[in-house]
């Protein structure tokens, strides 16, 4: 918890809540958060089904260094 504080989501949904009914708010950001974690845990099974390991390995050090 001590480390989301600072991050972008942690301040867009603050101030989202200052706004809009809390409860939305927070439904809104555990659905992101499912939906993002689903769609990471499909790339991560079907891409390196798709494409050479080699190739899986590069493209993943490449973004790592990216971002």
């Known amino acids: 918890m001590a480390t989301e504080i600072g991050d972008k989501t942690f301040f ?4 989202l809540s ?3 009914d809390r ?3 927070f439904g809104g950001a ?3 958060l499912v939906v993002m974690t ?3 845990t499909l790339m991560g099974l079907v891409l390196p089904a798709l494409m ?6 590069l493209i993943g050090g490449a973004l ?3 971002f």
């Open 38 to 40: 689903v769609l990471s």
């Open 52 to 57: 050479p390991r080699r190739y899986t390995h």
């Open 23 to 25: 409860a939305a708010v």
């Open 18 to 20: 200052m706004r809009n």
């Open 64 to 66: 790592f260094l990216y």
């Open 12 to 15: 867009i949904a603050a101030v």
């Open 30 to 32: 555990i659905l992101a």
